[in-house]
């Protein structure tokens, strides 16, 4: 059974600062691309960041700059940590994982974290 259990949003002031944390269990899975998407209320969920095994990473135009991913393999921790928090910032941030199990891949969701920017 594979989780994802996100942690660290909260209410923070435009300007600062917040990093998100996603733990995923499942062992012996393996996770490949983990990362982070954001809904928004009466707006399509969409990416934020992803990261590879190797570390490779890939940003939506909008946190680019403002945010870096980053994973722990030992511990299959992803982490976003976001600086410079502007309002249009406040969503659910999602935890997401492609898994591999037994040659198939699988992809998984956190439950959310909601993330709220005051101006």
């Known amino acids: 059974q594979v989780q994802l259990v996100e942690s660290g949003g909260g209410l923070v002031q435009a300007g600062g600062s917040l990093t998100l944390s996603c733990a995923a269990s499942?062992?012996?899975?393996?996770?490949?691309?983990m990362g982070w998407y954001r809904q928004a209320p009466g707006k399509q969920r969409e990416l934020v960041a992803t990261?590879?095994?190797?570390?490779?990473?890939n940003y939506a135009d909008s946190v680019k700059g403002r945010s870096t991913i980053s994973r722990d393999n030992a511990k299959n921790w992803v982490y976003l940590q976001m600086n410079s928090l502007k309002p249009e910032d406040t969503a659910v941030y999602y935890c997401?994982?492609?898994?591999?199990?037994?040659?198939?891949?699988?992809?998984?969701w956190g439950q959310g974290t909601q993330v709220t920017v005051s101006s």
């Open positions: 499942g062992s012996p899975f393996l996770f490949n691309v």
């Open positions: 990261i590879t095994r190797g570390a490779s990473t």
């Open positions: 997401n994982a492609d898994v591999r199990m037994v040659g198939q891949s699988y992809n998984y």
